[in-house]
């Protein structure tokens, strides 16, 4: 049997109609550049979000590089974790700020939020929290911190649309990012990425700011960019908005037949009992990693690894000077982790094939 580690052609079959009207409703009204369909997908994923406020932007990287830009955050260093995508970081030091990296809890494989104290430096000015593979990081320790530092806080929520922490939607804080990404629990076809808010003033800055920094065409107030989510992926997210929910529960439920059936087999995720986790991946601790990852791969099973290399140790960031042993519990589960086939359509029997698999190559 051959299995996908996503699957988006499957999750089109189902909603092949209303995606096709979407996008003829935009080719027929021709606004192409911040048409109504984008204001309307705002005005529904600020209120999927518990927000106020939602701008939509060309990427995930871009809301958080133009969150970190609309702030005024200059000339410090910003905490966050290494064991993210590349983006966290890039949008950190395309605003000329420097990373600072706090090892991971490996349980959870978020920030651990007893080693932040340990990096805040005089020059510290914000922390990015990454809520990764669909889990909510511990939030209320960080909140502490944040506040206790006079720090900001902005949640990188670009795996994990719908998550919850103590029953609320992230982000649980005031500023949250969120990329659509195909292959993300609420996906584009296409890039394109949302900063979500109550704050109403930075709302408005950052509806300029993606738009060559104009409130009024032709009228720059400041020195802007082009970032805007199209309005045909905005068409098609408005529709693929109303199944995000239930997707998430399959999500859920297939992850819930993986722990069931690996639990004796190798790590499966450690949820924190505080979160709802949307499972953006289901990542697994194993022995023998590579050898299980090629036996897999025989098989026609496809995985991933998320992500081998940890930031602080790619040959981009060198000039940081970190060395490997900086950042152990990082260092140690990217050897480990083992991302499965996650997605909502996924079936039971692919999940029993992929797990009898796995035990087929512990008993050998
Ligand atoms: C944790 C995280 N941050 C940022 C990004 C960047 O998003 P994008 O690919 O839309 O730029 C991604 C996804 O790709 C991500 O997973």
Same mark, same amino acid.
């Given at each position: ?19 096709t009207? +979407?996008?003829?409703?935009t ?12 204001? &309307? ?37 910003v905490i ?12 950190i ?10 090892d ?21 000015? +914000? ?23 006079n720090?900001?806080?902005?949640e990188?929520c ?6 919850e922490?103590? $029953? ?5 804080t ?18 394109g990425?949302?900063?979500?808010t109550?704050?109403? @003033?930075?709302n408005k ?10 409130e ?12 805007r989510?199209?309005s045909?992926? +905005? $068409? ?12 998430n ?7 819930k ?13 450690k949820?924190?009992?505080?979160v ?14 590579d ?8 098989? @026609?099973?496809?995985? $991933? ?6 930031i ?11 060395k @490997? $042993?900086?950042?152990? &519990?990082? @260092?140690?589960v ?11 359509e ?13 035990? &087929?190559?512990?008993?050998?």
């Open positions: 049997m051959k299995v996908n580690f996503v699957d988006l052609k499957k999750q089109y079959e189902n909603i092949k109609k209303e995606i009207e +979407a996008i003829n409703y080719i027929n009204n021709t606004s192409f550049i911040l048409g109504k369909e984008v204001e &309307e997908f705002e005005k529904n994923f600020a209120k999927f979000c518990g927000k106020e406020y939602a701008i939509g932007v060309a990427s995930g990287t871009d809301a958080l590089k133009l969150v970190i830009k609309s702030l005024d955050i200059k000339d410090g260093e966050t974790t290494s064991n993210t995508f590349i983006a966290t970081a890039l949008a030091t395309d605003n000329n700020l420097k990373p600072v990296f706090v991971i809890n490996p349980d959870t494989y978020n920030i651990d939020v007893n080693k932040i104290e340990d990096k805040i430096s005089k020059n510290t000015k +914000a922390i990015i929290v990454v809520h990764l593979y669909g889990q909510p990081a511990d939030m209320d320790k960080i909140i502490e911190i944040a506040d206790k530092h720090l900001k806080i902005i990188d670009c795996q994990a649309h719908g998550a922490y103590r $029953g609320k939607r992230v982000p649980i005031d500023i949250g990012c969120f990329s659509f990404y195909p292959c993300k629990n609420l996906g584009a076809y296409g890039d990425g949302m900063i979500v109550n704050d109403k @003033e930075l800055k950052l509806k300029a700011m993606r738009n060559y920094g104009s009024i065409k032709y009228y720059h107030d400041f020195i802007g960019f082009n970032s989510l199209d045909i992926q +905005a $068409g098609i997210l408005n529709v693929k908005l109303k199944y995000l929910e239930k997707w529960n399959q999500r859920i439920k297939n992850a037949l993986y722990d069931y059936l690996l639990k004796d087999i190798v790590e499966t995720p949820i924190d009992k505080n709802k986790s949307v499972y953006h991946l289901y990542v697994i601790k194993c022995k023998k990693r050898e299980l990852q090629k036996f897999l791969t025989e098989n @026609e099973i496809s995985i $991933g690894i998320h992500y081998p290399i940890p602080h140790i790619q040959k981009a960031y060198s000039y940081l000077s970190y @490997e $042993g900086d950042l152990p &519990e990082t @260092e140690k990217a050897k480990e982790i083992l991302s499965l086939p996650m997605y909502p996924l079936t039971e029997d692919e999940i029993r094939y992929i797990c009898d698999k796995i035990k &087929e190559f512990y008993k050998k």
